[in-house]
């Protein structure tokens, strides 16, 4: 990607505008309300389908936890591992979309919870992918050049 953001939402730091929207996006998952017309056991695709999408959440809810700790700890690390499990539930939220169009029966209400939360969590992909590339580029700038350990004449093995 070369475009890069340089800040979130042009006012607020990338670093800030992380830790903002990993508490958002924990937000968004918190409140979804959880589905109710499903049986507690697992010999059916619908039931199979609802742990698949539950465990995918608590993975999201993890990755934001994660971009969180990033954030504040200046991590690139765990704004990786945010990204990866935020790219997870974007790749599968189009099936549970529909599970719960056909499935589960939720109302507009909740759809459009769920989708104002992935386009919330699109953008702050990208700010997530722009802080990513600034930590790693303060971690090479932080690097000290060998050439400056090494004195004239010295050795080192």
Known sequence: MIFRLKKCCCIISLRNGCMISALILLFFQLLAVPIRNTKPCCNNFESILLIICRIVDIIHCIGCLMLFAASYLKLSLLVLIFLVTNCLRALLFPAFLVAE????NVDIFDLSFSI?????SIYFWIVAYAYYYKCQEEVSADEIPESILRKKGSSLV
């Open 101 to 104: 169009i056909l499935i589960w």
């Open 116 to 120: 104002c939360g992935l386009l919330l």
